[in-house]
């Protein structure tokens, strides 16, 4: 009886002694483990908009309709629909907002810089409140920061707003309207922002912005009439990608590939030069054969991406970020150009004013037809602009059109590596980084 009473004492002081070490091994593995014992929330990283902005919000921003709610007990799981190693947008969403600690979003004890990868466009916030985490490396984007030490800039101090002009994006629609209905005048801004903050910190920034394939478009016929070789000044210009215009001397050249002479109807080529001028060049859509596709492809092809010898060309996301930094700008309300959307956001923005547009319809718009066929432009040559222009799809929450959907252009969500710990948005691959 005294044996078994001993038998017993002794097995608990073991069970005992071993619970204890137990207890602190895991005590040990918790602390120097990268894995915490439980989700842990911090102060929203997105600086909110002041209460004037967000009283004057008409519902014109760029969003996406996806749930962020994540319960704040529950370890956040990835998209494995398509990939596993892929966010889904709600987690992002959620870390973004503060909601969820960006570290519980790993399974792993590594040590290194950890990233996660997101598909661009899945954001449930505001193009603002994702643009304000987005990092355009400066080393590798310095071509296409504002070069100037004073930008031109659309100001109207009676109705304290700043309009950041981005080329091809509207900006001379903008101007015109800010000048004619707001009492808008140009004034220089200091590219990195600091005007901004103090000078008009009261004032609202607003910008517009394009999806970036259709703006690509734009940007290379814009690039081309500027830089041919029968524009004058240009003559001497030693272009790095001269083959596009390979016999090309003159405008009519160049007017003959788009509008071909047999296909003007006989009543306009009656007319004098500057009446078939006009028909060609306002009034019909391209009309050419494949000639200028094909050299736009070309060009496409041998790009690289980070070497614009033209503003037109710049990406939009680093024309609007300080380039010491490479942190955006201080932005409050991102519009649309796109699907003829530059008009309706500027009557939406005037009318919050009280102010009317011209009913006339005239607002110095230098639209004109696309001078090569998009249609004949290949998935592949489409797919390597998506490339390119990852950072504006990836910092201005854009979704990838159909043809570059599949090819793996994702966005990178990681902590900067500043004493803050802020977050940062960029591309997983940058266009020095493209196969």
């Given at each position: 009886m005294v044996s078994k009473k001993r038998l017993s004492s002794s097995s608990l002081i073991l069970l005992s002694i071993l619970y204890i070490l137990i207890f602190f091994k895991t005590l040990h593995i918790h602390h120097h483990s990268n894995i915490r014992p439980f989700l842990q929330f911090g102060p929203s990283r997105i600086?909110?908009?002041?209460?004037?902005t967000k009283k004057r919000r008409r519902g014109t921003e760029h969003t996406h309709d996806v749930s962020a709610d994540i319960s704040a007990k529950q370890k956040h799981t990835q998209d494995t629909s398509e990939d596993d190693s892929i966010t889904d947008g709600k987690t992002i969403t959620a870390i973004l907002r503060g909601d969820v600690d960006f570290n519980q979003s790993f399974n792993t004890t590594s040590e290194i810089q950890h990233r996660l990868p997101f598909q661009p466009?899945?954001?449930n916030l505001t193009q603002a409140d994702v643009l304000r985490h987005c990092y355009a490396n400066p080393d590798i984007y310095a071509r296409h920061f504002p070069s100037s030490d004073r930008q031109v800039t659309s100001i109207s101090d009676k109705y304290k707003i700043?309009?950041?002009l981005l080329p091809k994006d509207g900006?001379?629609?903008?101007?015109?309207?800010?000048?004619?209905?707001l009492d808008g005048h140009n004034a220089p801004l200091h590219p990195t922002g600091n005007d901004l903050h103090k000078r008009y910190g009261d004032?609202?920034?607003l910008t517009f912005v394009r999806e970036p394939l259709q703006r690509f478009y734009s940007q290379y016929d814009e690039a081309f009439i500027r830089y041919a070789p029968w524009v004058k000044g240009r003559e001497y210009f030693k272009h790095p990608y001269a083959f596009i215009y390979e016999n090309m001397t003159s405008q009519i050249d160049f007017q003959n590939a788009f509008c071909p002479p047999e296909l003007i109807p006989s009543h306009i080529r009656e007319k004098n030069v500057q009446g078939i001028n006009h028909w060609c060049t306002v009034k019909q859509q391209t009309r050419e054969n494949g000639t200028l596709a094909m050299r736009f492809e070309q060009f496409v092809?041998?790009?690289?991406?980070?070497?614009?010898?033209?503003?037109?060309?710049?990406?939009?996301?680093?024309h609007i970020s300080n380039k010491y930094t490479g942190r955006p700008r201080r932005i409050d309300e991102i519009y649309s150009t796109d699907a003829n959307n530059t008009i309706k956001n500027w009557e939406s923005i005037v009318t919050w004013y009280g102010k009317f547009l011209p009913e006339d319809g005239v607002y110095n718009a230098r639209s004109k037809p696309r001078r090569f066929k998009t249609s004949l432009v290949s998935t592949r040559t489409k797919q390597k602009i998506c490339k390119i222009s990852a950072i504006d799809y990836c910092c201005l929450n854009i979704e990838l059109p159909t043809e570059c959907k599949d090819i793996g252009i994702h966005c990178s969500l990681e902590l900067d590596?500043?004493?803050d710990g802020d977050l940062q948005i960029q591309p997983w691959q940058h266009p020095h980084e493209i196969d």
């Amino acid at each position: 009886m005294v044996s078994k009473k001993r038998l017993s004492s002794s097995s608990l002081i073991l069970l005992s002694i071993l619970y204890i070490l137990i207890f602190f091994k895991t005590l040990h593995i918790h602390h120097h483990s990268n894995i915490r014992p439980f989700l842990q929330f911090g102060p929203s990283r997105i600086n909110n908009s002041n209460d004037y902005t967000k009283k004057r919000r008409r519902g014109t921003e760029h969003t996406h309709d996806v749930s962020a709610d994540i319960s704040a007990k529950q370890k956040h799981t990835q998209d494995t629909s398509e990939d596993d190693s892929i966010t889904d947008g709600k987690t992002i969403t959620a870390i973004l907002r503060g909601d969820v600690d960006f570290n519980q979003s790993f399974n792993t004890t590594s040590e290194i810089q950890h990233r996660l990868p997101f598909q661009p466009g899945q954001i449930n916030l505001t193009q603002a409140d994702v643009l304000r985490h987005c990092y355009a490396n400066p080393d590798i984007y310095a071509r296409h920061f504002p070069s100037s030490d004073r930008q031109v800039t659309s100001i109207s101090d009676k109705y304290k707003i700043v309009y950041l002009l981005l080329p091809k994006d509207g900006s001379s629609t903008g101007r015109w309207i800010m000048e004619h209905a707001l009492d808008g005048h140009n004034a220089p801004l200091h590219p990195t922002g600091n005007d901004l903050h103090k000078r008009y910190g009261d004032y609202t920034v607003l910008t517009f912005v394009r999806e970036p394939l259709q703006r690509f478009y734009s940007q290379y016929d814009e690039a081309f009439i500027r830089y041919a070789p029968w524009v004058k000044g240009r003559e001497y210009f030693k272009h790095p990608y001269a083959f596009i215009y390979e016999n090309m001397t003159s405008q009519i050249d160049f007017q003959n590939a788009f509008c071909p002479p047999e296909l003007i109807p006989s009543h306009i080529r009656e007319k004098n030069v500057q009446g078939i001028n006009h028909w060609c060049t306002v009034k019909q859509q391209t009309r050419e054969n494949g000639t200028l596709a094909m050299r736009f492809e070309q060009f496409v092809e041998r790009y690289d991406g980070l070497n614009p010898y033209d503003i037109h060309l710049h990406l939009q996301v680093p024309h609007i970020s300080n380039k010491y930094t490479g942190r955006p700008r201080r932005i409050d309300e991102i519009y649309s150009t796109d699907a003829n959307n530059t008009i309706k956001n500027w009557e939406s923005i005037v009318t919050w004013y009280g102010k009317f547009l011209p009913e006339d319809g005239v607002y110095n718009a230098r639209s004109k037809p696309r001078r090569f066929k998009t249609s004949l432009v290949s998935t592949r040559t489409k797919q390597k602009i998506c490339k390119i222009s990852a950072i504006d799809y990836c910092c201005l929450n854009i979704e990838l059109p159909t043809e570059c959907k599949d090819i793996g252009i994702h966005c990178s969500l990681e902590l900067d590596q500043n004493k803050d710990g802020d977050l940062q948005i960029q591309p997983w691959q940058h266009p020095h980084e493209i196969d």
